[in-house]
């Protein structure tokens, strides 16, 4: 396998208003598995088919939003070179000492210039996704999968300022590739970038916006879309607010239904999308077309997908 670098994000830490109502959402309905409360009150959740301890870490808070997401990289030498060039970069790094984040080893932290707090980490401690590694077969016991059968959590979506620089910053420093892009077509800017460091069509999106900090959503991967549609009976039967689909991603052409938890943080369930390569050309879609990029079904744009962030 040749990935190696920037894997995937493992981890993003979510504020939420109250924990009881926020714990129903992601344990019963998304389907996530609580494998541990500390200390502090967060809960933490792992979805079925990672075998990291945790990925969604849910703490109270009198506000919705996140506070920070955090990276997983191949090993401790790609992390050691990693902070020289975000140094060398001219970013300040923070180093958080193993053990700091449970069942986590050493990280490194940095604000991006859209004001989100971003760390990387080499090392969590891996509990299994309920299938043996000799022999697994091919379905955990019952009951593992459950809920909206999240499988994994897949990516981020951020909104903030500056997401030029943040894009360049993850192409040149953290050897991300572009994706697509979304232009104003009168100026060009970037209103929206989707960044690639796996063979997925994204692994996080940032979305130009005055405000620092912002969170827009996190989504979880379903293994089709036919669990997109049975993820969206699950909305139904227990009132939760949806903000849109089921429809198809002009970027990224992924599945998905927006929804919210009861905190007003939104989350999507994606399926499907292209698979990327890092010579695929990347793609760009100007306001002409912004209906069709954001959703290609109707192509409508929805001014709360543009406007509601947490
Ligand atoms: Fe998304």
Partial sequence: MAIRGVLRIGEVAVRVLELEAARRHYGDHVGLHEVMRDADG?????AWDEHDHH??????????GMD?????????ATLVELEQRIRDYGFAVERIPKGHYPRSGRRIQF???????????AHKDQIGNGMQLRNPGTLPDEGVIRGMRATRLDHVLLAGPRIADTTRFFLDVLNFDLGEE????DTGAQLATFLCCSNKPHDIAFILREEPGRFHHLSFYLDSIEDV???GDIMGKHNISVDVGPTRHGITRGATIYFYDPSGNRNEVFS????????RPHLTWDTTQLG????????????SFFNVVT
Avoid: C
């Fill in 42 to 46: 967060r809960a933490y959740y792992k």
């Fill in 272 to 279: 499907g999308g292209y698979i990327h390569y890092p010579d």
């Fill in 229 to 231: 549609y049975r993820a």
């Fill in 55 to 64: 990925s969604v870490v849910l703490r109270e808070a009198d506000r919705p």
């Fill in 292 to 303: 069709h990029a954001a959703f290609a079904i109707d192509n409508q744009p929805r001014q």
């Fill in 182 to 185: 979304l232009v104003d077509n």
């Fill in 68 to 76: 920070y997401f955090a990276f997983k990289v191949f090993d401790d």
């Fill in 111 to 121: 604000e991006l210039p859209g004001g989100h707090l971003m760390q990387l980490y």
